[in-house]
């Protein structure tokens, strides 16, 4: 059976043009430094955001721990949203590579304010924890790839600079955010000391990520990358697809918006389940099967029965995430696949 894939952005394989990409990829040793792909790669966006450096890593996870790593010091604590990809997805790395505990505060579509920061923030006091690390997720996967404002995080970051509190951006969709707001990427950047952003979701890059900030801090996110195992050699390969993916799939995301939006407005009659629409403002659709009296997994296997793939949210909902190898004829056969289940 021939599946409708909608579990995740990451399921995207690489184009034909994207491979002839990488097979012309320049390559050296990038542990060395020497591999000229990914050098221009890593130029290239720290330019975009308006950064000094940048540092090409394998992973979303890895460039997260990294960046929360550098900024801080074992027995520190960093502020985190309570549904915050580095909170709930990243298998508590932070007290593990970092030695720091996670305050969590919970979010309304992941946006936490100043006011409840305020409260957070540690007293200055030697029997308790330093306060070392705000940390932002943008889009926010959580509450189906909601956009963040960018007000909020300028209210954020000033109280950051008088608190002296560092701060990170988990930017790994922040080019759907991009396109949706116009706002640039160095717009956004300017609020940060840290990001890191993805090159193998919407993009349709296979590997990577990519950590974003000043010369000193990115020439210690190198050590640390080495240290958590994530130097590779002849990465040019896997540069040369993220290089393809700046060029050709930034605007597209728009496509994959409007596919997210046409798939929750086919869905919106239906009785059975249930969609905020406030939250389809990317490529994500969560929908709530409380009132078909399923469990997840049942109505999880009943799609899949039926050829459609999604994914557990939540406690009583599933996620569907559109990207480039979904198109809107199949998102319309999905669609009409949930009205014979649940009309």
């Not at 070392?132 to 997720?137: G, P, Q």
């Not at 969609?275 to 799609?303: R, Y």
């Not at 050829?307 to 009409?336: Q, Y």
Request: glycine share 8%; aromatic share 6%.
């Amino acid at each position: 059976m021939k599946y409708i894939d909608l579990r995740s952005d990451t399921v995207t394989k690489p184009s034909r043009q994207m491979l002839e990409a990488m097979m012309r990829a320049d390559v050296g040793d990038d542990v060395f430094g020497e591999d000229p792909t990914v050098n221009a790669l890593q130029q290239r966006v720290a330019a975009m955001f308006g950064k000094e450096a940048a540092l090409f890593v394998p992973s979303g996870t890895m460039g997260n721990e990294i960046c929360i790593k550098v900024h801080t010091q074992p027995g520190d604590e960093i502020i985190v949203e309570q549904e915050s990809h580095i909170f709930v997805y990243e298998t508590a790395a932070p007290s593990l590579l970092s030695g720091v505990q996670m305050k969590t505060i919970a979010g309304r579509r992941g946006v936490i304010t100043v006011e409840q920061i305020h409260q957070a923030v540690r007293p200055k006091a030697y029997y308790l924890p330093t306060t070392r690390l705000i940390c932002v997720e943008n889009t926010h996967g959580r509450s189906a790839g909601s956009i963040v404002p960018i007000e909020a995080m300028q209210r954020i970051r000033a109280f950051a600079i008088s608190e002296k509190i560092a701060m990170h951006l988990d930017g790994a969709r922040i080019w759907n955010a991009c396109v949706v707001t116009g706002i640039s990427p160095k717009e956004y950047a300017q609020h940060f000391d840290s990001l890191s952003v993805c090159f193998s979701k919407g993009l349709g890059a296979p590997v990577g990520s990519i950590i974003i900030g000043d010369r000193e801090f990115v020439q210690q996110a190198r050590k640390y990358r080495k240290l958590f195992g994530g130097g590779m050699r002849q990465a040019g390969i896997l540069a040369s697809a993220a290089l393809y993916a700046l060029d050709h799939n930034i605007e597209r995301l728009n496509d994959d918006h409007q596919k997210a939006s046409t798939f929750a407005l086919g869905l919106g009659s239906l009785k059975q389940l249930e969609i905020d629409m406030n939250e389809v403002q990317t490529n994500m659709v969560f929908v709530d099967i409380m009132k078909t009296g399923k469990t997840q997994d049942e109505v999880l296997n009943l799609l899949k029965s039926k050829g459609i793939l999604l994914t557990p949210e939540r406690s009583s909902s599933i996620r569907a995430v559109m990207h480039l190898d979904v198109s809107m004829d199949e998102v319309t056969e999905a669609v009409s696949v949930f009205q014979s289940l649940f009309s």
